[in-house]
């Protein structure tokens, strides 16, 4: 039996399959019809420059539809530390222990460099089973290469305008540019909550290679959602990355880099549908 959500959820989004472009409206499957149903459990990762705390109203979405989730808080967001130790390896290792602790098999949510570190944790983590993965405007580096490899020098440019190399650290430096590349968002309420969910970034992360193996991801289910109106890892270099590991299941929303804060509602339905829920 499928469920209908009548809300705000329902606003459009463009689903992609190998070639074609569709609106779809989306359904959810009962929980309460059928609350003997097992879920994988899905972890939401987040990227460069955010808190755990960013996903809270996607989140908070998937608990209207009663459908748990879980946010992973990578190191070097909150309690003062070298940023020279958060290396991508520490950061994987991190990750590694706390999707460990969760009910297998899992589902990964990863925007940005959440990809990349989802990537290096598969390296590292043996006992854990990735059934799926939905990449956000995320990166997917696989076979040595650095996170950001595939982006564009207008995306460094752009990632520029508001950032800069400071001991290690790449700093928020500058407001106005931050807010104008990482979102499209002209709401003073949103821009307030993007900034209490940015921090500053260990420098070192994002320069780790990740010595994935691409056939390695034959077995998981893998999704892409476009933000179509993104900055700072643009459309375009979002569709090299996808193309890069072969992704097909493809969705599209109208959307700056931080979906998850400016427009949670489009981008929940979307990963609904990735996941199939």
Not at 31 to 44: A, G, Q, T, Y
Not at 46 to 66: D, M, P
Not at 199 to 210: H, M, N, Q, R
């Amino acid at each position: 039996m499928k469920l209908k959500v009548c809300c705000a959820l329902f606003s459009t989004v463009i689903v992609a399959g190998c070639n074609t472009t569709e609106h779809k409206p989306i359904q959810y499957k009962s929980l309460i019809d059928n609350s003997s149903e097992k879920h994988n459990s899905v972890v939401f990762i987040h990227g460069a420059h955010l808190k755990g705390s960013s996903w809270s109203l996607v989140q908070e979405n998937f608990a209207k539809i009663n459908i748990p989730t879980h946010i992973i808080d990578l190191p070097g967001r909150s309690q003062p530390v070298s940023p020279e130790s958060i290396t991508i390896t520490y950061a994987a290792q991190t990750m590694c222990h706390e999707l460990q602790q969760l009910p297998q098999p899992l589902s990964l949510v990863v925007h940005s460099q959440g990809g990349a570190i989802a990537h290096k944790t598969l390296t590292l983590c043996n006992d854990i089973k990735v059934n799926d993965i939905v990449y956000i405007s995320a990166v997917a580096p696989i076979n040595g290469a650095k996170p950001f490899s595939l982006l564009s020098k207008e995306d460094e440019r752009n990632y520029f305008a508001g950032v800069k190399y400071e001991n290690g650290w790449m700093k928020i430096s500058d407001k106005p540019a931050f807010l104008s590349t990482f979102t499209d968002t002209q709401s003073a309420k949103l821009q307030k909550m993007v900034m209490t969910n940015s921090v500053d970034e260990p420098a070192i992360t994002g320069e780790g290679k990740v010595q994935l193996e691409k056939a390695a991801l034959n077995e998981i289910s893998k999704s892409y959602i476009y933000a179509k109106n993104d900055k700072i890892i643009s459309f375009e270099s979002q569709q090299r990355i996808a193309q890069s590991i072969g992704i097909k299941n493809t969705y599209t929303i109208n959307s700056g880099h931080l979906p998850m804060i400016t427009q949670p509602d489009e981008l929940s339905k979307a990963i609904v549908a990735a996941l199939k829920l």
